[in-house]
T-cell receptor, first 117, second 109 residues
Framework: GAVVSQHPSWVICKSGTSVKIECRSL??????MFWYRQFPKQSLMLMAT?????????EQGVEKDKFLINHASLTLSTLTVTSAHPEDSSFYICSTYDWREAFFEQYFGPGTRLTVT | SQQGEEDPQALSIQEGENATMNCSYKTSINNLQWYRQNSGRGLVHLIL?????REKHSGRLRVTLDTSKKSSSLLITASRAADTASYFC?????????FGAGTTVTVRA
């Protein structure tokens, strides 16, 4: 299966600053990547779908100006949390699917723990 | 958005015992998938069952699907300490996954 990496694995930032999280597909070209947010002891909530070369599609209730997504190449998507606040502290996970497979099994990165102080 | 409920929310068993968890979903599906998440990590795909299948096995995992009841179950047999994790069912809507609330399984040595 596909291998997905994320960087950094954890980050602490001050309120009001911006943080960029990278998601890379290591062994195939990912035209579509997904960004999820997960609060402690909760499930994953899809934030947005990132498509290479076009604008991301955001889920209802997700502020596109706050969570900037860029998918400039077939192996890299970035999520920038702008003007971060403590309530943005969460576990952010990206995923992609291998379009060569029939059933859209998704491959997840290891996640990034963001703490905003 | 979350697709449905998982039951139980948490499960604690002794090593060697079986663990069963259930998932209900709301919409029609093409397939249902189960994922495992170790604490503080990403998700790992476990098994996929198609809508025209009723049961599927993979190693110590057994998944059932009842589309008339919109429910699925995951059975882990002969559990090991390494099975301690959260387990999520997920349904596919187009190419987007919707996850259940998850079941946290603790396997005691």
């Amino acid at each position: 299966g596909a291998v997905v990496s994320q960087h950094p694995s954890w980050v602490i930032c001050k309120s009001g600053t911006s943080v960029k999280i990278e998601c890379r597909s290591l062994d195939f070209q990912a035209t579509t990547m997904f960004w999820y947010r997960q609060f402690p002891k909760q499930s994953l909530m899809l934030m947005a779908t990132s498509n290479e070369g076009s604008k991301a599609t955001y889920e209802q209730g997700v502020e596109k100006d706050k969570f900037l997504i860029n998918h400039a190449s077939l192996t890299l998507s970035t999520l920038t949390v702008t003007s971060a606040h403590p309530e943005d502290s969460s576990f952010y996970i990206c995923s992609t699917y291998d379009w060569r497979e029939a059933f859209f099994e998704q491959y997840f990165g290891p996640g990034t723990r963001l703490t905003v102080t | 958005s979350q697709q449905g409920e998982e039951d139980p929310q948490a499960l604690s068993i002794q090593e060697g015992e079986n663990a069963t968890m259930n998932c209900s979903y709301k919409t029609s599906i093409n397939n249902l998938q189960w994922y495992r998440q170790n604490s503080g990590r990403g998700l790992v795909h476990l098994i996929l069952i198609r809508s025209n299948e009723r049961e599927k096995h993979s190693g110590r995992l057994r998944v059932t699907l009842d589309t008339s009841k919109k429910s699925s179950s995951l059975l882990i047999t002969a559990s090991r300490a390494a099975d301690t994790a959260s387990y999520f069912c997920a349904t596919l809507n187009g190419y987007k996954l919707s996850f259940g609330a998850g079941t946290t399984v603790t396997v005691r040595a």
